[in-house]
């Protein structure tokens, strides 16, 4: 057994603010006390529920004002969202794209559907997404520019076409540097926004950083579609792409049947918007109980010796989608422990995903150092995090 305290200390916090008598606490649910059922009714009642129908155009819209994105095209998961980003940005077969490891499979999927390779880099220790100064040097090293004006990874030959930072678990990356690299390299920035609606980078949205940017409203994110995902772009000919390539690339016509080329069908059906609809009215509310959760977390740990509560990034407003525990000193026996005893008692507790880097068909990627990767893998444990579990908070005080 480990001997360290901190297991029963973490459960016996949890118990004094999280009731987990009736059942357990789970890491997020959603929530649905909006309009849910009657935007669903509608849809019912009017026989609107596949791919055509007025919430899918109404949510593009809502989403657009709410990101303050020029452009957006409501998909069928975050997945497929990122793989159309990739697509759009005009990443090839055989180029490679730089993406963190410490990811969501997701992210180097999306890279492999494009016939492209990953190209695994490291983190910062407080965004948790990509260090953009350590992938400065890096590129110094690597980074070769080529007669067509674009740079190669001087060891596989490869082009370097874009990258995608992801904001972990909601926390912003420092994009500000990230941005110059891209300028300087001359990739595309392709945000991986999944987890990070409602969180900004010096008051702006995620998202509208990138050249193109990825939603995703899974059942687990802050605001949920059942499955569903989004494309943000500035640019209005890449929007018009990716609707393009998320519609079998059908041409408009009143009967016709015409494609013009191999295309997907991403579209997200009516009645996901029309939760998606409900949802987003409501995600003001669940922003807010989310940030009075994490402050609650924060003043409840503060005493703890060796293990804190993960905060936002400088510059940065976070949706606190998902809170986590880290510890001073990565040990991860110790996580592990924490995480025995936490899911032993009924609240839910998970490690970060493993990273990219040790998964079996991703360990042979093109890698940088990623030091900074595993010390999170060791020390990072996500907890608790439904909105609605502020309300428990409050009944106690
Ligand atoms: C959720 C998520 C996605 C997309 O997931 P879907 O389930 O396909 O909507 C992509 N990247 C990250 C980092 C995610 O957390």
């Given at each position: ?258 494609h013009d080329e191999t295309a997907y069908n991403y579209r997200l059906p009516n009645l996901n918007a029309a939760l998606g609809c409900a949802q987003l009215e409501q995600l003001p509310l669940f922003l807010d109980q989310k940030r009075k959760l994490a402050a609650q977390y924060v003043q409840k740990f503060s005493g703890i010796p060796g293990i804190s509560v993960v905060q936002e990034p400088a510059h940065s407003t976070s949706n606190y989608w998902l809170n ?74």
């Amino acid at each position: 057994m480990y001997s360290n305290d901190l297991p029963n200390q973490v459960v016996s916090i949890f118990r004094g603010i999280l009731s987990n008598e009736t059942q357990n606490v789970s890491l997020h649910e959603p929530t649905f006390k909006g309009n849910e059922w009657k935007y669903i009714k509608e849809c019912l009642d009017t026989g609107w529920v596949s791919s055509v129908g007025a919430y899918v155009d109404r949510f593009e819209r809502d989403l657009a004002a709410f990101t303050g994105s020029a452009n957006v095209v409501a998909v069928v998961n975050g997945t497929a969202a990122l793989h159309i980003c990739l697509l759009v940005a005009g990443v090839q077969p055989e180029d490679e794209v730089l993406i963190p490891s410490l990811t969501f499979v997701a992210t180097a999927n999306a890279v492999t559907y494009c016939g492209a390779i990953p190209h695994l880099i490291d983190v910062a220790g407080d965004t948790l997404g990509v260090d953009a100064s350590k992938l400065g040097e890096y590129l110094k090293e690597i980074a070769v520019i080529q007669q067509d004006g674009r740079f190669y990874n001087k060891n596989t030959g490869r082009r370097l076409s874009a990258v995608v930072p992801m904001h972990t678990f909601g926390h912003p990356v420092e994009l500000e540097g990230l941005m110059e690299l891209c300028e300087k390299y001359r990739l595309v920035l392709v945000e991986d926004a999944a987890e990070s609606l409602g969180s900004y980078y010096k008051g702006k949205h995620t998202g509208t950083f990138g050249h193109i940017a990825a939603l995703s409203f899974n059942g687990n994110k802050i605001i949920t579609t059942g499955g569903g995902g989004a494309i943000l772009t500035a640019n209005q000919e890449w929007a018009r792409r990716a609707k393009h390539l998320t519609t079998t690339a059908k041409i408009p016509h009143r009967w016709l049947f015409i494609h013009d080329e191999t295309a997907y069908n991403y579209r997200l059906p009516n009645l996901n918007a029309a939760l998606g609809c409900a949802q987003l009215e409501q995600l003001p509310l669940f922003l807010d109980q989310k940030r009075k959760l994490a402050a609650q977390y924060v003043q409840k740990f503060s005493g703890i010796p060796g293990i804190s509560v993960v905060q936002e990034p400088a510059h940065s407003t976070s949706n606190y989608w998902l809170n986590a525990l880290r510890l001073d000193a990565p040990d991860i026996n110790l996580r592990d422990s924490i995480l025995e005893r936490t899911n032993g008692s009924g609240f839910m507790t998970r490690p970060t995903w493993t990273p990219m880097h040790k998964l079996e068909m991703y360990k042979a990627s093109p890698q940088m150092d990623l030091s900074m990767t595993e010390k999170i893998e060791s020390s990072v444990i996500n907890i608790p995090s439904s909105p609605t579990l502020v309300n428990s908070f409050y009944k106690e005080e």
